[in-house]
């Protein structure tokens, strides 16, 4: 059975870092396409970070020079640094695996099978 816990949201002002992170049960995170996405109340779930199986990264253009997608094989848990954060990331945040393994790292939501409960990130002006 898959199963993805995030951790690591919180509420942080304008400015701010936070460290995400999900770890993967059953089934190795170096194997899959594995995804960060958010949702804001009103929106559709969005892309923000991707890494393939050969480690390519893939980012939203609103993101881009400020959040780090990064995994760490022997602890099985995928993370996503964010830097300089401002109130438009705002979001439920949520890890997501691909359902099969591939070289792609895509930020769509239809690519990927599986996902986490999700975990808030607040951030304040």
């Known amino acids: 059975q898959v199963q993805l816990v995030e951790s690591g949201g919180g509420s942080v002002q304008s400015g701010g870092s936070l460290r995400l992170s999900c770890t993967l049960s059953?089934?190795?995170?170096?194997?899959?396409?594995m995804g960060w996405f958010r949702q804001a109340p009103g929106k559709e779930r969005e892309g923000v970070a991707a890494?393939?199986?050969?480690?390519?990264?893939t980012y939203a253009d609103s993101v881009k020079g400020r959040f780090t997608i990064s995994r760490d094989n022997a602890k099985n848990t995928l993370y996503l640094q964010m830097n300089s954060l401002n109130p438009e990331d705002t979001a439920m945040y949520y890890c997501?695996?691909?359902?099969?393994?591939?070289?792609?790292?895509?930020?769509?939501?239809?690519?990927?099978?599986?996902w986490g409960q999700g975990t808030q990130v607040t951030v304040s002006s």
């Open positions: 059953g089934y190795n995170v170096g194997s899959y396409s």
């Open positions: 997501a695996r691909a359902p099969k393994s591939g070289w792609f790292a895509s930020l769509l939501v239809s690519d990927y099978a599986y």
């Open positions: 890494i393939s199986v050969y480690s390519i990264t």
